[in-house]
């Protein structure tokens, strides 16, 4: 049990920690998580040995209230959440039957501070799509290779005065991600160590100058044709760098 406390605790601060400013009181982001954590586990089938089958379309139900403070952070929450409903099913062992899909709805027969998740297996596409975190914000990459720098001509452009104009590059090729450091005066560093150029994991932190860059792979139901400009990817090895 230390190993799963221990990854709960994590999950705990990953969401609280990441809306802790908006939410005060009331009905908290890790409630959702922790109601589809238990709709994973108790929805779980094993179908042999090695295959554990899940469902992968959940549908949260809120009371207004709650769903107007929720729906009010836009696409961040719902992505954070997909990628804790990947995490904890990674952990434990469990697969889809195809891409992740949340949908928060309001639910007038419900009072604040509850939340219900109804969810189903739906057979379809997935698409995995990295994300970058910088300072509370999302950057879907959407390209084979984004700049991130200071500068206005950077992909990404990041506030931070100790930073180059163009400090470090990620490449993604719809299979694997890797970041280079462009010759930075300051250098950049990928969970903790220095680096110069290397593969990318998912959940991998890179730290340039003040910022924290947070880089994600999220697996999300979409039709093919949305991300053709993407190369397909491999649904057992999300953003593993090797």
Do not use: C
Not at 10 to 33: C, D, H, M, W, Y
Not at 106 to 126: F, I, T
Not at 142 to 164: E, H, L, P, Y
């Amino acid at each position: 049990m230390g190993l799963l406390d221990s990854f709960e605790r994590g999950l705990e601060r990953a969401v609280n920690g990441a809306f802790a400013k908006t939410f005060k009181s009331g009905l908290q982001p890790i409630e959702i998580t922790n109601a589809l954590r238990r709709e994973l586990d108790t929805k779980a089938a094993v179908v042999a040995r090695d295959r554990i089958l899940v469902p992968n379309r959940f549908t949260v139900r809120l009371s207004a209230a709650d769903y107007e403070r929720m729906h009010g952070l836009g696409p961040a929450l719902v992505d954070e959440l997909t990628a804790l409903v990947q995490q904890h099913a990674t952990a434990q062992g469990y697969q889809f039957t195809g891409g992740i899909s949340i949908e928060l709805q309001h639910d007038s027969s419900l009072s604040e501070g509850m939340v219900r998740v109804d969810s189903d297996s739906v057979n379809g596409a997935v698409t995995w799509t990295p994300v970058l975190d910088i300072d509370g914000k999302r950057h879907p990459i959407t390209r084979s290779r984004t700049v991130i720098g200071r500068g206005s001509d950077a992909d990404v452009t990041v506030d931070d005065s100790s930073i180059s104009r163009k400090h470090v590059e990620i490449l993604w090729d719809g299979s694997r991600a890797q970041v280079n450091d462009l010759g930075s005066t300051n250098g950049s560093q990928l969970n903790g160590q220095r680096v110069s150029k290397a593969p990318l994991p998912t959940d991998s932190v890179i730290n340039i100058g003040r910022t924290r860059i947070v880089f994600r792979v999220l697996a999300q139901s979409a039709s093919i044709d949305e991300h053709a400009h993407l190369p397909p990817r491999r649904r057992d090895d999300p953003g593993s760098g090797r």
